[in-house]
């Protein structure tokens, strides 16, 4: 017996061909994450909207920041969130929770290791500047990289990576 976790998205307006949801899927970054890579994080989430927009939905994810004060937990099924991790080496986890009957996902918690991010990075500067201290060529054979969709660093092309990889919502 199997069944898939998904997350309830219908159209405000079901005659329109594209269409705002009644309720978007909200993830919040968790007041953990380091202030400097928060932008690209959320950056990185919002482009899962353009996957949504292919089946008529736009805007389906909206990304908010946990305030600094704010009286729940991350772990609180209620939300759904980006979290940070110094703990060990282990990547990323991306569980849900969802109900067993209908199959709708009730949560997301994405936990992220600042290794991730570092070895992004160092993946970044291999592909880029290999042993060259000039730069140009790569010890990977490798032409250098350019930044896709207007990423304005190496460190939020990584993020960016990152999130698509991991943030499965739907």
Do not use: H, M
């Not at 909200?26 to 890579?37: N, Q, T």
């Not at 389906?60 to 772990?75: C, L, M, N, T």
């Not at 569980?95 to 009957?101: A, I, K, L, M």
Request: include cysteine; charged fraction near 25%.
């Amino acid at each position: 017996f199997r069944f898939i976790n998904r997350s309830p998205l219908e159209k405000a307006n079901p005659e329109a061909e594209r269409s705002a949801p009644k309720q978007p899927i909200v993830v919040y970054i968790e007041k953990s994450v380091p202030f400097a890579f928060r932008p690209a994080v959320r950056r990185g989430v919002l482009e899962w909207n353009r996957a949504f927009e292919d089946i008529g939905i736009l805007d389906a994810i909206e990304v908010r920041f946990q305030p600094e004060d704010a009286d729940w937990d991350a772990e609180d099924v209620r939300y759904s969130t980006i979290r940070w991790s110094t703990d060990g080496a282990f990547g990323a986890l991306g569980p849900s929770r969802g109900d067993p009957r209908t199959g709708q996902i009730f949560d997301t918690d994405i936990l992220v290791n600042s290794e991730t991010q570092r070895g992004c990075q160092l993946d970044w500067r291999l592909a880029n500047q290999g042993s060259n201290p000039s730069g140009s060529g790569s010890t990977l054979g490798l032409p250098a990289l350019a930044l896709p969709g207007g990423a304005s660093s190496s460190r939020e092309l990584a993020w960016r990576r990152s999130i698509r990889f991991i943030a499965i919502f739907s």
